[in-house]
């Protein structure tokens, strides 16, 4: 009877032994499933922002020859319009092009040409380079394109002629943060809470709810602070990480 009784005990302590093997092999599945896919949108990113950088070098000549053009017959009126509107569109995507982080430049170009289809003014104004920052790429460029994408929905949804979203990129002595500003409609004081809840969402629908839950998950996991601001002008979230983290 002992016997029988061990022999269970056994059975049980393997049963569960290997319940949490099966547990822990699931998770980091799950896990590398999901850096792959990143991984693969920024390889996606940095092939688009290649593609935008040959167009730019390939139109150089052309706009070079159109300012000489217009010069040499003393348009210089047109000419000054026509460098304004050059230099703008060059400016757009030499801002993005600000980290010493490939995937982040490009997520950032990326970003920047999707607001442009959709009539959103995208601004970007970069003051770190990130080079020592602690956060794996892959995680850093989840954490921005899920704000920045809750960004273009919220300014999607008000009713202003001039939709905005702006992200900053700055750094103090102690800590990187991230800045990402829209000018939708206010969050209401109700939800500022819950919007982090995996699976809460206000809209109908399967594939909502989950992106400010990733974001506070990989801000959390990396020891960082994830903050809301929102009134009637505007919604910020900004997200900070501690050097040397």
């Known amino acids: 009877m002992e016997y029988k009784m061990l022999v269970l005990l056994l059975f049980v302590i393997l049963s569960l032994v290997l319940a949490g093997c099966l547990v822990i092999l699931l998770r980091s599945y799950l896990r590398l499933t999901s850096r792959n896919k990143s991984l693969r949108e920024s390889v996606e990113n940095l092939g688009a922002l290649n593609d935008r ?31 304004r509107k050059v230099y703008k569109e060059l400016l757009k995507t030499g801002k993005a092009i600000k980290t010493s982080k490939p995937a982040i430049n490009a997520l950032l170009a990326a970003k920047m040409s999707e607001c442009e289809e959709k009539g959103i003014e995208f601004l970007v104004e970069v ?46 002595e102690k800590e990187y943060m991230f800045e990402v500003e829209d000018n939708g409609p206010k969050i209401p004081d109700e939800i500022k809470e819950l919007i982090f809840r ?3 969402t206000t809209k109908k629908g399967e594939g909502h709810g989950m992106g400010l839950a990733i974001v506070s998950r990989i801000v959390s996991d990396n020891r960082g602070r994830l903050e809301l601001a929102t009134d009637e002008q505007k919604t910020v979230f900004t997200v900070l990480f501690e050097k040397g983290g």
């Open 53 to 83: 950088l040959r167009m730019d070098r390939h139109d150089y000549l052309n706009h070079l020859q159109i300012v000489y053009g217009l010069m040499e017959l003393e348009e210089y009126d047109e000419m000054n319009a026509y460098l």
């Open 198 to 200: 995996k699976g809460f």
């Open 127 to 172: 003051k770190s380079d990130l080079k020592d920052i602690g956060i794996e790429d892959w995680e850093l460029c989840k954490v921005l394109s899920n704000l920045v994408d809750n960004a273009v929905r919220a300014t999607g949804e008000c009713d202003r002629e001039e939709k905005v979203v702006r992200v900053n990129i700055t750094e103090t």
